[in-house]
């Protein structure tokens, strides 16, 4: 079942490439330049209604819907709000009629988030699953959803079911999107460039030697600084949450720039931060806030697009991936960050794919 593996971990992060396409598969129309899904069972005149989208989730999931937050507000200019489930469940706030709520699980069967959508749907909005597991109670619960397929994930920690949703999340950010204000070569052009991503994220996965390697200078290390911005601050989140649960090192995420409103006060020689660097509009903004951390004798290790040779002279040590559009980064820039959190737990002896104090599906509030 592992195959050439030693853990589903990373089986699972290696099947990315494989569990990408099996997200987009069938969802992709070029000619009229938008999605199809086939169980929102919801008609574009109800679709085009929505004034407001709640994503609720929890966890790495809950990541997944910050990056979905930043596609749909910026594709389809829809307002977004991110939920933990566990808050919304017992939360009571404004939601207008047209509100639509997507609750994001890789199990389906998360009780926090079960919960927060049965509270939506009872107060009367549309409630939808964008959901790996086939049949689940969530998928049942919802009044449609998107299916992941990217088969079973085994490892506690979440690798695969995260890009799924992340893709999934771009593909109804382009449906969204392609009702209201995105034009039809734009729609095109994000197809073009989504149905390249699994050869990316293939590129992606040969910095593993590459990892195992800085993996082996920094896994002694007890405090981790996550760093990005816009698109590849949920990415940032996400990276220090798998360090967290199966290293058991302290790891933050945050966003680069917040770092000077108090965590730069953790910065030493002790702690290193890992930045995630690729080309975007703020480039030079984010690499501003590298070297304030570099100012401050923090290790760097930099997640940056090939080719970049600024920020190899800057950082301690880099990590390369390709170079693809802003808003699909975190399909990519996840990738290292998953194999990082692999080999420092390795390294120190965990249980990668059982790690301590966690159940891969909580289904206790
Ligand atoms: O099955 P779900 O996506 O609803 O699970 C949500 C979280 O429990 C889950 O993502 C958790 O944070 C993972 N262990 C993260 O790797």
């Known amino acids: 079942d592992l195959g050439e593996y030693e853990h589903y971990m990373l089986k699972e992060i290696f099947e990315q490439p494989t569990t990408i396409e099996n997200a987009m598969r069938g969802r992709l129309n070029y000619d009229e330049a938008t999605a199809i899904f086939g169980g929102l069972n919801l008609s574009s005149q109800q679709l085009r209604q929505i004034d407001r989208i709640v994503l609720t989730a929890c966890g790495t999931s809950w990541h997944a819907a910050l990056v979905g937050e930043y596609l749909i507000e910026e594709f389809a200019r829809i307002p977004v709000e991110v939920e933990y489930a566990s808050e919304l469940r017992y939360r009571n706030p404004p939601m207008s009629d047209q509100t639509m709520v997507f609750a994001i699980t890789q199990s389906g069967e998360t009780a926090d988030t079960l919960a927060a959508m049965k509270e939506c749907k009872r107060k009367g909005h549309t409630t939808m699953a964008i959901c790996n597991v086939v049949g689940s109670t969530i998928a049942r619960e919802a009044d449609g959803g998107i299916y992941l397929h ?202 990668v794919d059982r790690p301590r104090n966690l159940a891969k599906s909580v289904t206790v509030e």
């Open 150 to 351: 990217a088969g079973p994930e085994i490892g506690v920690a979440s690798t695969k079911a995260f890009t799924s949703q992340v893709t999934v999340l771009t593909l109804l950010a382009l449906y969204l999107g392609r009702m209201r204000h995105l034009s039809y070569s734009a729609g095109q052009n994000i197809i073009r460039k989504l149905k390249d991503i699994p050869k990316q994220v293939e590129k992606a996965l040969e910095c593993h030697e590459a990892v195992k390697t800085i993996a082996e200078k920094y896994a002694s290390m007890n405090n981790f600084l996550y760093l990005g911005r816009l698109y590849n601050f949920p990415v940032a989140l996400e990276g220090a949450l798998k360090l967290k649960e199966i290293s058991y090192i302290h790891a933050e995420g945050y966003p680069a720039a917040e770092m000077k409103h108090g965590p730069i006060a953790l910065v030493d020689e002790q702690t290193p931060s890992v930045f995630i660097v690729p080309r975007c509009g703020i480039y030079p903004k984010v690499i501003s806030n590298l070297q304030e951390v570099k100012a401050r004798k923090g290790p760097v290790i930099a997640i940056a697009c090939e080719g970049d040779d600024r920020v190899a002279e800057l950082a301690d040590d880099v990590i390369y991936v390709p170079d693809v559009d802003e808003c699909l980064q975190p399909l990519v820039a996840s990738i290292p960050l998953q194999l990082l959190a692999y080999h420092i737990a390795i390294l120190r002896d965990c249980n």
